[in-house]
């Protein structure tokens, strides 16, 4: 059964989408079958896949309002070995819809099971909220990797969303488990990263991914393009960065 990891943190702007892209890809170029789940809105993710979020017949939104089926919301092979449900700004509703639905926890996950076999790993970006969405995306994961970006504030809102972890944990999903941080955007020229990350490491309990994700434009430049990093520049330091990050990812159990 596949491995669903939710790519968590309510501060906007850490990494979660880049991480959620490339890591995907690096997956499923180490022959891993990844299924990409956009739950933000913003659809980030889905047009860093190259799909155009304007265009889209089904989205995760008709999934979970119960206007589509999860088969018809998947896009396949969007890169070799890459599935998608698609996101875009249609979703920013999904939560007042929601409202009256019953169990509206587990919309996600009850279409997702039926599909999770086909699956190593899915990967759920989510948006930069504690909101229904995520807690979805929470009830349908398996673990929660929350991105750290290497910057002052780093720490801010930590303890909410592990707060936010254990609580969906008690209550909604026995089995959810923290993955563990990742840092982000680390700038080697900078005395500042370094210190980020030894200090967030000080404060907290969590797995730290030894993977250090750097800097790197070609990160930033890749999705205007529609690909990944390994596609869009296989031997960009951004690209060489998430497949060791993909492999420490491979190589812990849960
Ligand atoms: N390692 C990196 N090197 C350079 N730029 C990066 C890197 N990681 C992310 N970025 C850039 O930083 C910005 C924010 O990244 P990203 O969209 O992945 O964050 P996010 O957490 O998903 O944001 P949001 O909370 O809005 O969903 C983007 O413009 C992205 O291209
Ligand atoms: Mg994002």
Do not use: W
Request: proline residues 3%; glycine residues 6%; contains cysteine.
């Amino acid at each position: 059964m596949g491995r669903a990891i939710a790519i968590a943190n309510q501060k906007g702007g850490v990494g979660k989408t880049t991480t959620s892209i490339n890591l995907s890809a690096t997956l499923a170029e180490k022959g891993k079958r990844v299924l990409v789940i956009d739950t933000d809105p913003q659809g980030n993710t889905t047009s860093g896949f190259g799909l155009n979020k304007n265009q889209l017949e089904n989205t995760i939104y008709e999934l979970l309002i119960g206007e589509c089926s999860v088969t018809d919301a998947l896009y396949q092979n969007v890169v070799d070995g890459v599935d998608i449900i698609p996101s875009n700004v249609n979703l920013a509703a999904v939560e007042i819809e929601l409202i009256d639905m019953e169990e509206k926890e587990f919309i996600l996950k009850k279409s997702i099971d039926t599909i999770r076999d086909n699956y190593d790993f899915i990967i759920i970006d989510c948006p930069p909220s504690l909101s229904m969405l995520t807690i979805n995306a929470m009830t349908t994961a398996n673990t929660v990797l929350v991105p750290i970006q290497c910057e002052y504030y780093a720490l801010e809102g930590l303890s909410q969303l592990v707060h936010t972890v254990n609580l969906v944990k008690e209550r909604l999903n026995n089995s959810l488990e923290m993955e563990g941080v990742i840092f982000t955007m680390y700038d080697s020229r900078t005395n500042l990263s370094m210190q980020v990350v030894e200090n967030v490491k000080d404060h907290i309990s969590e797995n730290v991914y030894k993977t250090i994700i750097p800097r790197n434009i070609r990160l930033a430049e890749a999705p205007s393009y529609g690909l990944p990093i390994n596609l869009y520049d296989t031997r960009s330091a951004g690209a060489e960065a998430y497949r060791l990050l993909a492999d420490e990812v491979i190589g812990r159990k849960f």
